[in-house]
Structures are given as C-alpha cells and as structure tokens.
C-alpha cells in the first residue's frame, strides 16, 4: 500500500536546469505535507505546507501543495551540484509521518 | 551538545542480541520518535513519544520497545535482534507535536544484524 508516492525515482540534471520533484499523499486525517533534503547523513527540513495553492519559498527552491488534487511539487531553478541529494516528501497523517522513498538528484557540472 | 546526537554511529550485531540505540536532544523538544530507512522503502516510523512519560507505536513497531523517562532522552531497544532489522535509524525532534513545527533529524545509526 503507498501511502506517499514521489516522482521520479531518479533524475540526472546538468547545473542551471530547473527540476520539479513530485509528491502524492492520501488524503484520509491529513495535516501537512513536508519536504527534506537528504545528503550523506540525515534529512534537513525545506518545507511544511499546510495550505493549498500557497507557495513557499526559499532561495532557488519552492514549493507548492494542491489539496484538491492530492499533490505538492519542489521546484528547483539554476540547480547546482550541491543540490545533489535524495528529496523526501513525508505527509503527516492524523498523529504519524509517512515518508516517500524519495527521489535521488544528481546535478552534473 | 547542540540539536540531536545519536550513538552509536555504527554497530554490527550478532542475531539474538539485545541493542539499545541512544538519542538524545538539547533542545527542549516535547516529541521525539524513532524511523528506519530502508532501500526502496523510504523512512518508516517505528515509535514515537509527544511528550515525557508517554510513547506511542509507529507504522513498524514489532521487535522494537522505547522509553521516554525525561525530555531529552528516548532510546530505542531490538530486545532480540534479527537480521530484518539491519537498517539506518534516525531519532528526530520536534518542538510539540504538531502540524506546524519542524522534525530535525539526528545522524543516524546504521546497524548490521548479522
């Protein structure tokens, strides 16, 4: 059963393309969709949204959650290598996080 | 200590062997919870706890117990491990449970269960 489903598994980009990573969730309890960045170690936070059509941004990335349809994109313009990295959706459902298996970035020079 | 520490960093395990993975946070975080990360399966949520005294099961929470006897601490324990649970574990933070604050995440324990 998948809960959180992110697109595509993989992406191979060279530095200055734009990417959009997407993110479908289920609706049932839901509370607020998030995104993080996966490097070597652990996850850091970029983004929670919690209203529908309301971009969030930071820097070069952004974001946007529709709640009719059931998904959020990340958008990341001029990438660089140091985007590089596994980006994980996660939905916080009810009282628990449910996490995508994430879709790995690679930024070539 | 600053955010969230987690020890050890690695261990290798014998099955049958009981392991105690530690966390612990300065932040003066009310949450806290445990995840596994696996190839293909994403971060699953093992255990949670909203606040000091109280623990809750996640999505995976068989062969694995944990305790919340202060704020900052909240180890997770593989009473019996089996080689199933090789896996890297997170313990994160957040300030309450909510649906408006943040999850830091520590640096992860990868474990072999041999």
């Known amino acids: 059963e998948d809960k959180v489903v992110q697109s595509p598994l993989s992406l191979v980009v060279h530095e200055g393309d734009t990417v959009t990573l997407n993110c479908s969730y289920e609706v049932t309890n839901f509370r607020s969709l998030l995104w993080y960045k996966q490097e070597k170690k652990a996850p850091t936070f970029l983004f929670m949204l919690t209203s529908s059509g309301i971009e969030k941004k930071s820097g070069r990335l952004s974001s946007i959650l529709d709640k009719k349809e059931l998904f959020s994109i990340l958008n990341i313009t001029a990438t660089q290598t140091g985007d590089s990295a596994v980006y994980l959706c996660a939905e916080l459902r009810g009282n628990q996080f449910y996490f995508g298996t994430g879709t790995s970035l690679t930024v070539i020079p | 200590i600053a955010g969230i520490t987690q020890a050890p960093t690695s261990q290798i395990l014998a099955a049958g062997r009981r392991m105690t993975l530690r966390c612990t946070q300065d932040?003066?975080?009310?949450?806290m919870y445990w995840y596994r990360q696996d190839l293909g399966l994403g971060l699953r949520l093992i255990h949670y706890s909203n606040t000091a005294g109280t623990t809750g099961k996640g999505e995976v929470p068989d062969g694995y117990s944990v305790s919340r006897a202060n704020t900052d601490d909240f180890p997770l324990t593989l009473a019996s491990a089996v080689p199933s649970q090789t896996s890297v574990y997170f313990c994160?933070?957040?300030?309450?449970?909510?649906?408006?604050?943040?999850?830091?995440f520590g640096p992860g324990t990868r474990l072999t269960v041999l």
């Open positions: 932040m003066r975080h009310n949450a």
């Open positions: 994160a933070s957040s300030r309450q449970w909510s649906d408006t604050d943040t999850q830091y």
